[in-house]
């Protein structure tokens, strides 16, 4: 079964500053990747997604990511963050139509 | 358009009661799961409707939880009777028609429930 991992629990960062939440999948022969974002006192909503194609993959908001196949990576990125940033970031995949969530990011965006 | 909405936002029962989640998919939208959050723990994925037909279950608990969708419109899930690890957020999510396994998914705000 897919899988995906994401090491860092909670990422603090001071505004402006830029960020990298990683995400790591299991080998598969085909992968669709997800990274959604849950706002307090929110449901979850799509960030990006990545089917195939290009590997670099522009989401909502600044965000971005890149599939990386021989690193089984994709790491979300944004080069300059916002208060209002501030959220649990989960990255996804696509296992038998259902999503596999990793155990999420806390991001923490200081002033 | 109007998003998934999920009734209650909070639940709070005590140990052996009953309840019922309800989620109302986008509109349209023929499929419909369920996804549970445990506290501290990752979302995990408890069932999966297309239209009124359960496609896939293998995420449910045991046999204390019951979803149903009649009419292929809203869902409701029952916890019958509630435990205390039975806790945590739970998330309904909606898509649209087709056996495309791409196709996003989006998703309610969640109803937390906590059983004491």
């Known amino acids: 079964a897919q899988s995906v991992t994401q090491l860092d629990s909670q990422v603090p960062v001071f505004e402006e500053a830029p960020v990298e939440l990683r995400c790591n999948y299991s080998s598969s022969v085909s992968v669709y990747l997800f990274w959604y974002v849950q706002y307090p006192n929110q449901g979850l909503q799509l960030l990006l997604k990545y089917l195939s194609g290009s590997t670099l993959v522009k989401g909502i908001n600044g965000f971005e990511a890149e599939f990386n196949k021989s690193q089984t990576s994709f790491h979300l990125r944004k080069p300059s963050v916002h208060i209002s940033d501030t959220a649990e970031y989960f990255c996804?995949?696509?296992?038998?139509?259902?999503?596999?969530f990793g155990t999420g990011t806390r991001l923490l965006v200081s002033p | 358009e109007a998003g998934v909405t999920q009734f209650p936002s909070h639940s709070v029962i005590e140990k052996g009661q009953t309840v019922t989640l309800r989620c109302d998919p986008i509109s349209g939208h023929d499929n419909l799961y369920w996804y549970r959050r445990v506290m501290g723990k990752e979302i995990k994925f408890l069932l999966h409707f297309v239209k009124e037909s359960k496609q896939d279950e293998s995420g449910m608990p045991n046999n204390r939880f019951l979803a149903e969708r009649t009419g292929g419109t809203y869902s409701t899930l029952k916890v019958q009777p509630a435990e205390l690890e039975d806790s945590g957020v739970y998330f309904c999510a909606s898509s649209r028609s087709g056996g495309v396994i791409t196709e996003t998914q989006y998703f309610g705000p969640g109803t937390r429930l906590l059983v004491l």
């Open positions: 996804a995949v696509i296992s038998f139509q259902k999503l596999v």
